[in-house]
DNA sequence: ATTGCTGAAGGG
């Protein structure tokens, strides 16, 4: 309340640079939050393309296309490597539980998506930031560099901890570390203690249509919420550490931080200097603050127009079977083996793929492409 | 540097 005028002065400075994206601080005060990122339903044009004026997916339809369009490449580097990826988010990996060849157009032609599908996208992301705004406000900081955008994730996560042991329970916890010899980053939804003082993650699926989700969408959440407890176990163990975290995404410890971001930093009572300092402090906060591992993994699936409870999961954790499920799915990442598109008995997920036209595995898969949609086939 | 390398999730 007394603190009003933090937030004007972030706002201001915000709009100062416009050069690179702007990164969202959660802040646990009770303020107004001058949002201005593309989280409204009505707004046109698809939330994930890329900045620039040109970015729209008509400009790269003439070209023709394909994951094999360096073949010179192809031979010596790994998809890591030709697609210049340091990491992955986890939401990367359960995009490939649903299909392999999907993810990697993706990271091909990056903001490649239909409008509809873009439609729906936005309006899930929109009652999401609901929920979070919920239990938090967000404050928006410029920064121009990548040493900066993770210093704001890790203020992120000294300050939450603290939120989560004693009013026991937070929104949009970040999460990173090594699983399988690569790199992953995510953010989970919703961590809070139950009444018998179980911690429990809570992840969100918010649907077009009411009704619940086939099979293969749940297969693809029930993996996509195990990887997050799977990374966030091992954060709290102390098994992901500061060197890894530098090795895999090349930051500079050294690096002196932006203004806004020291500023923040020393406002939420961090006396750091370097991103190393932050980097440490947020190892002996995971380590040291007698956080338990996920106890259990809940997925409530909604009605986006209505709210309808449509289903509420409790997945059962499997170790093993998502070790394998990943070092399967890195074995595509590190160029072990060539990527797969989907069975024939799920060609069924093509219909709601950006990439159809132009897939691959679609027009080279001699028994997939006779019985694929047989109804639907036009003469061309 | 072949000129630079990432908000993650968003739903089917």
């Given at each position: 309340?007394?603190?009003?005028?933090?937030?004007?002065?972030?706002?201001?400075?915000?709009?100062?640079?416009?050069?690179?994206?702007?990164?969202?601080?959660?802040?646990?005060?009770?303020?107004?939050?001058?949002?201005?990122?593309?989280?409204?339903?009505?707004?046109?044009?698809?939330?994930?393309?890329?900045?620039?004026?040109?970015?729209?997916?008509?400009?790269?339809?003439?070209?023709?296309?394909?994951?094999?369009?360096?073949?010179?490449?192809?031979?010596?580097?790994?998809?890591?490597?030709?697609?210049?990826?340091?990491?992955?988010?986890?939401?990367?990996?359960?995009?490939?539980?649903?299909?392999?060849?999907?993810?990697?157009?993706?990271?091909?032609?990056?903001?490649?998506?239909?409008?509809?599908?873009?439609?729906?996208?936005?309006?899930?992301?929109?009652?999401?930031?609901?929920?979070?705004?919920?239990?938090?406000?967000?404050?928006?900081?410029?920064?121009?560099?990548?040493?900066?955008?993770?210093?704001?994730?890790?203020?992120?996560?000294?300050?939450?901890?603290?939120?989560?042991?004693?009013?026991?329970?937070?929104?949009?916890?970040?999460?990173?570390?090594?699983?399988?010899?690569?790199?992953?980053?995510?953010?989970?939804?919703?961590?809070?203690?139950?009444?018998?003082?179980?911690l429990?993650?809570?992840?969100?699926?918010?649907?077009?249509?009411?009704?619940?989700?086939?099979?293969?969408?749940?297969?693809?959440?029930?993996?996509?919420?195990?990887?997050?407890k799977?990374?966030f176990d091992a954060?709290v163990q102390?098994?992901?550490?500061?060197?890894?975290?530098?090795?895999?995404?090349?930051?500079?410890?050294?690096?002196?931080?932006?203004?806004?971001?020291?500023?923040?930093?020393?406002?939420?009572?961090?006396?750091?200097?370097?991103?190393?300092?932050?980097?440490?402090?947020?190892?002996?906060?995971?380590?040291?603050?007698?956080l338990p591992v996920i106890d259990?993994?809940?997925?409530?699936?909604?009605?986006?127009?209505?709210?309808?409870?449509?289903?509420?999961?409790?997945?059962?954790?499997?170790?093993?079977?998502?070790?394998?499920?990943?070092?399967?799915?890195?074995?595509?990442?590190?160029?072990?083996?060539?990527?797969?598109?989907?069975?024939?008995?799920?060609?069924?997920?093509?219909?709601?793929?950006?990439?159809?036209?132009?897939?691959?595995?679609?027009?080279?898969?001699?028994?997939?492409?006779?019985?694929?949609?047989?109804?639907?086939?036009?003469?061309?």
């Amino acid at each position: 309340m007394a603190e009003a005028g933090e937030e004007d002065t972030v706002s201001a400075e915000a709009s100062g640079f416009s050069d690179l994206s702007d990164s969202e601080l959660l802040e646990c005060v009770d303020l107004e939050d001058a949002e201005e990122s593309g989280a409204s339903v009505s707004k046109p044009g698809p939330s994930a393309s890329k900045p620039g004026p040109s970015s729209g997916p008509l400009g790269k339809n003439d070209k023709h296309v394909n994951l094999q369009n360096c073949k010179r490449e192809l031979d010596v580097s790994s998809p890591m490597e030709r697609f210049h990826l340091k990491y992955l988010y986890v939401t990367d990996l359960s995009t490939q539980n649903w299909c392999e060849l999907q993810v990697a157009y993706e990271k091909e032609l990056p903001g490649f998506l239909t409008p509809e599908k873009s439609s729906v996208l936005d309006t899930g992301a929109s009652i999401h930031l609901a929920r979070e705004l919920e239990l938090h406000d967000l404050v928006t900081l410029s920064i121009t560099t990548k040493e900066d955008a993770w210093a704001i994730k890790f203020l992120n996560i000294l300050s939450t901890i603290p939120v989560l042991q004693s009013e026991g329970r937070i929104r949009e916890f970040p999460v990173f570390g090594e699983v399988e010899g690569v790199f992953l980053v995510g953010v989970i939804d919703e961590l809070h203690y139950t009444a018998k003082g179980e911690l429990e993650l809570a992840e969100l699926k918010t649907r077009r249509r009411p009704n619940l989700p086939l099979k293969a969408q749940k297969k693809k959440d029930y993996f996509q919420v195990s990887l997050y407890k799977y990374i966030f176990d091992a954060m709290v163990q102390g098994k992901v550490t500061p060197a890894s975290l530098i090795h895999h995404t090349k930051l500079c410890p050294d690096k002196p931080l932006g203004p806004s971001v020291l500023r923040h930093a020393q406002q939420g009572g961090f006396s750091v200097k370097s991103l190393g300092d932050l980097m440490e402090l947020v190892f002996l906060s995971l380590t040291l603050s007698d956080l338990p591992v996920i106890d259990t993994l809940k997925i409530e699936y909604i009605h986006q127009e209505t709210a309808t409870v449509l289903g509420v999961e409790i997945v059962s954790f499997d170790e093993k079977e998502l070790r394998d499920k990943v070092q399967h799915y890195m074995a595509y990442w590190m160029g072990h083996r060539e990527p797969q598109g989907v069975d024939v008995e799920e060609a069924w997920k093509c219909r709601t793929c950006s990439f159809t036209d132009l897939c691959e595995w679609r027009k080279c898969g001699g028994v997939l492409t006779a019985t694929l949609e047989p109804q639907a086939k036009k003469p061309k």
